[in-house]
Nanobody, 127 residues
Framework: QVRLVESGGGWVQTGGSLRLSCAFT????????LGWFRQAPEKEREKVAV????????AYGESVKGRFTISQDIAKATLYLDMNNLTTEDTAMYYC????????????????????WGQGTQVTVSS
Protein backbone atom coordinates (compact mmCIF):
# COMPACT_ATOMS: atom_id res chain seq x y z
CA GLN A 1 0.00 0.00 0.00
CA VAL A 2 1.63 3.22 -1.18
CA ARG A 3 1.62 6.02 1.36
CA LEU A 4 2.44 9.62 0.50
CA VAL A 5 3.20 12.22 3.15
CA GLU A 6 3.67 15.86 2.22
CA SER A 7 5.53 18.45 4.25
CA GLY A 8 7.01 21.91 3.85
CA GLY A 9 3.91 24.02 3.49
CA GLY A 10 3.44 27.20 5.42
CA TRP A 11 3.01 30.93 5.21
CA VAL A 12 5.16 33.10 2.99
CA GLN A 13 5.03 36.62 1.64
CA THR A 14 4.58 37.47 -2.02
CA GLY A 15 7.80 36.87 -3.91
CA GLY A 16 9.02 34.30 -1.43
CA SER A 17 9.93 30.65 -1.88
CA LEU A 18 8.99 27.32 -0.37
CA ARG A 19 10.05 23.72 -0.90
CA LEU A 20 7.47 21.00 -0.55
CA SER A 21 8.46 17.39 0.05
CA CYS A 22 6.53 14.18 -0.46
CA ALA A 23 7.81 10.99 1.14
CA PHE A 24 6.81 7.83 -0.76
CA THR A 25 6.59 4.61 1.29
CA UNK A 26 4.91 1.24 1.09
CA UNK A 27 5.77 0.43 -2.49
CA UNK A 28 8.38 0.52 -5.19
CA UNK A 29 9.24 4.09 -6.08
CA UNK A 30 10.17 3.26 -9.65
CA UNK A 31 7.60 2.90 -12.39
CA UNK A 32 5.29 5.67 -11.21
CA UNK A 33 3.97 8.92 -12.56
CA LEU A 34 4.34 11.44 -9.73
CA GLY A 35 2.56 14.71 -9.51
CA TRP A 36 1.82 17.79 -7.49
CA PHE A 37 -1.70 19.15 -7.53
CA ARG A 38 -3.31 22.02 -5.70
CA GLN A 39 -6.78 23.11 -4.77
CA ALA A 40 -7.87 26.47 -3.51
CA PRO A 41 -11.23 27.03 -1.81
CA GLU A 42 -14.12 26.93 -4.29
CA LYS A 43 -11.79 26.13 -7.17
CA GLU A 44 -11.14 23.00 -9.21
CA ARG A 45 -8.13 20.83 -8.44
CA GLU A 46 -5.26 21.99 -10.65
CA LYS A 47 -2.31 20.03 -11.96
CA VAL A 48 0.89 21.81 -10.92
CA ALA A 49 3.64 19.51 -12.13
CA VAL A 50 4.16 15.89 -13.10
CA UNK A 51 7.16 13.70 -13.68
CA UNK A 52 8.18 10.03 -13.89
CA UNK A 53 10.28 8.24 -11.32
CA UNK A 54 13.85 8.36 -12.54
CA UNK A 55 12.82 10.36 -15.56
CA UNK A 56 14.38 13.58 -16.73
CA UNK A 57 11.34 15.20 -18.29
CA UNK A 58 8.58 16.98 -16.46
CA ALA A 59 5.49 18.97 -17.29
CA TYR A 60 4.07 22.03 -15.59
CA GLY A 61 0.81 23.87 -15.40
CA GLU A 62 0.82 27.15 -17.31
CA SER A 63 0.40 29.22 -14.17
CA VAL A 64 3.60 27.91 -12.56
CA LYS A 65 5.94 27.51 -15.52
CA GLY A 66 9.27 29.19 -14.91
CA ARG A 67 8.59 29.53 -11.17
CA PHE A 68 8.13 25.97 -9.89
CA THR A 69 10.42 22.97 -10.30
CA ILE A 70 9.56 19.34 -9.64
CA SER A 71 12.39 17.02 -8.70
CA GLN A 72 13.02 13.74 -6.93
CA ASP A 73 15.56 11.94 -4.81
CA ILE A 74 15.37 8.30 -5.83
CA ALA A 75 17.51 7.08 -2.92
CA LYS A 76 15.16 8.75 -0.46
CA ALA A 77 12.01 7.96 -2.47
CA THR A 78 11.02 11.58 -2.10
CA LEU A 79 9.40 14.02 -4.49
CA TYR A 80 9.98 17.76 -4.20
CA LEU A 81 8.38 20.93 -5.45
CA ASP A 82 10.49 24.07 -5.35
CA MET A 83 8.27 27.12 -5.58
CA ASN A 84 9.74 30.53 -6.28
CA ASN A 85 8.34 34.02 -6.80
CA LEU A 86 5.14 33.02 -5.08
CA THR A 87 2.00 35.08 -5.50
CA THR A 88 -1.31 35.14 -3.65
CA GLU A 89 -2.74 33.09 -6.52
CA ASP A 90 -0.55 30.18 -5.38
CA THR A 91 -2.39 29.93 -2.06
CA ALA A 92 -3.90 26.45 -1.91
CA MET A 93 -3.71 23.01 -0.39
CA TYR A 94 -0.97 21.14 -2.22
CA TYR A 95 -1.20 17.40 -2.76
CA CYS A 96 1.29 14.81 -3.87
CA UNK A 97 -0.04 11.96 -6.01
CA UNK A 98 1.27 8.81 -7.65
CA UNK A 99 0.10 6.13 -10.03
CA UNK A 100 1.87 3.15 -11.52
CA UNK A 101 2.11 3.91 -15.23
CA UNK A 102 4.44 4.20 -18.20
CA UNK A 103 6.55 7.31 -18.58
CA UNK A 104 4.87 8.46 -21.78
CA UNK A 105 1.52 8.57 -19.98
CA UNK A 106 2.44 11.04 -17.26
CA UNK A 107 1.86 14.34 -19.01
CA UNK A 108 -1.65 13.44 -20.14
CA UNK A 109 -2.97 11.89 -16.93
CA UNK A 110 -5.78 13.70 -15.19
CA UNK A 111 -5.95 13.98 -11.41
CA UNK A 112 -8.70 11.33 -11.30
CA UNK A 113 -6.28 8.83 -12.81
CA UNK A 114 -3.80 9.06 -9.95
CA UNK A 115 -4.45 6.25 -7.50
CA UNK A 116 -2.52 7.33 -4.44
CA TRP A 117 -2.72 10.69 -2.68
CA GLY A 118 -1.19 12.39 0.30
CA GLN A 119 -3.13 14.30 2.91
CA GLY A 120 -2.00 17.67 1.58
CA THR A 121 0.03 20.57 2.91
CA GLN A 122 -1.27 24.12 3.04
CA VAL A 123 0.57 26.95 1.31
CA THR A 124 -0.54 30.48 2.11
CA VAL A 125 0.96 33.47 0.31
CA SER A 126 0.13 36.93 1.57
CA SER A 127 0.97 40.35 0.21
Amino acid sequence: QVRLVESGGGWVQTGGSLRLSCAFTGGTFSGHCLGWFRQAPEKEREKVAVTYTGGSSSAYGESVKGRFTISQDIAKATLYLDMNNLTTEDTAMYYCAAVRARAWMCQSLESTEFSDWGQGTQVTVSS
